[in-house]
C-alpha cells in the first residue's frame, strides 16, 4: 500500500477520535491524548540522543513531563520553572550516584531537561487550551489550531509533489521544497478565514489570518528543527508509530512551538466580548 493511503487511512481512524476528544465538555480523554502522544514522543526523542551515544534519565524525564501535565490541568503553569529546578537537582543527584562515563554526563543531563521542555512544556500548552474557561472557548482555539496546522501540512503535501522545484533547505530537509513551503502558508491561512467563518467569529478574522500566518511560519522551522534533531542523529523518521505517518514525534513537530503561541493568545490578545 502507498504511502499516502496509508496517511489518509490513519486521518480517517485518528482525526475523529481527536476532534471528538476536543469538543467533550470533560477534558479528561483530550488530556489523557495529550499525555500518551507526548510520553511516545519523548522516547523517541530519547531514542534519538541515545543514537548519539548520549544516555538521558528516562525515568526523570517520563517523570518531568507528568509532573508539567499536572501543573497545565491544575491551572499553575506559574510553577513549572521551579519543577524543572527540581528536575534539575533530580539529574544531578542521579548523574553523581550513578554516572560511570564521565564524557557523556554533560550531554546526557542537556538531553534529558531539553526532552522535558521540547516535548512536555511545549505539548504541555495543549492542555492549557483544553483548560482555558469557559470550556467552549478552548475547544474552539483547539479546532482552530489543528485545522491550520492540518490544512498547511495537507497543501504543502499535495503541491510540493506537483510543484516542487526548488529545495527549501536542502541539508536539513531534502525533501521539502519551496513551492511546497508557499502552498502550506496558502492552506493555513483558507483553513483560519474558514474556522473565522464558520465556528469562531468572536476571533476577529484579521487576527485569525495573523495567527495562521505566524503559526504557519513557527511550524515550518519546528518541521525544520526536528529533521535537524533526527539528522544528527542518522534517523529519517523518529520512529514507525503511525502507518504513513512516521513517528509521534514527527506529527508533533510543528504543533510544538504554536501551541504556546495560541495559549497566550487566548489568555492576553483575544478581544473581550
Excluded at 513551503?181 to 467563518?197: D, E, F, Y
Excluded at 467569529?201 to 485569525?208: E, K, Q
Amino acid at each position: 500500500m502507498s504511502n499516502l493511503a496509508w496517511r489518509i487511512i490513519t486521518a480517517l481512524i485518528a482525526l475523529p477520535v481527536l476532534f471528538w476528544s476536543i469538543w467533550l465538555t470533560t477534558p479528561v480523554l483530550f488530556v489523557g491524548l495529550v499525555i500518551l502522544a507526548t510520553l511516545l514522543g519523548l522516547v523517541e526523542y530519547f531514542r534519538l540522543a541515545e543514537k548519539l551515544g548520549f544516555a538521558p534519565f528516562v525515568g526523570i524525564g517520563v517523570s518531568g513531563v507528568l509532573g508539567v501535565h499536572l501543573l497545565f490541568y491544575i491551572r499553575a503553569i506559574e510553577l513549572i520553572p521551579a519543577w524543572l529546578g527540581v528536575l534539575l537537582g533530580a539529574t544531578m543527584v542521579q548523574g553523581v550516584l550513578t554516572e560511570r562515563d564521565f564524557k557523556k554526563s554533560l550531554p546526557s543531563h542537556a538531553a534529558t531537561l531539553h526532552g522535558v521542555v521540547y516535548v512536555g512544556v511545549l505539548c504541555g500548552f495543549l492542555i492549557g487550551l483544553k483548560r482555558l474557561e469557559p470550556v467552549e472557548l478552548g475547544s474552539h482555539f483547539l479546532t482552530f489550531f489543528f485545522m491550520v496546522i492540518m490544512a498547511g501540512d495537507v497543501m504543502a503535501y499535495f503541491v510540493g509533489r506537483a510543484f516542487g522545484r526548488h529545495k527549501l533547505a536542502p541539508l536539513v530537509s531534502p525533501g521539502k521544497t519551496i513551492e511546497g513551503a508557499v502552498g502550506n502558508v496558502i492552506g493555513s491561512l483558507a483553513a483560519a478565514a474558514v474556522v473565522h467563518a464558520w465556528l469562531f467569529s468572536r476571533l476577529p478574522l484579521t487576527d485569525a489570518l495573523a495567527l495562521a500566518l505566524t503559526m504557519n511560519i513557527i511550524g515550518q522551522l519546528g518541521d525544520l528543527y526536528e529533521s535537524l534533531l533526527k539528522r544528527g542523529a542518522g534517523a529519517k523518521d523518529a520512529a514507525a508509530v503511525l502507518p504513513g505517518h512516521g513517528g509521534l514525534l514527527d506529527r508533533l513537530d510543528s504543533l510544538l512551538f504554536n501551541a504556546p503561541v495560541l495559549y497566550y493568545y487566548a489568555k492576553y490578545g483575544l478581544p473581550v466580548d
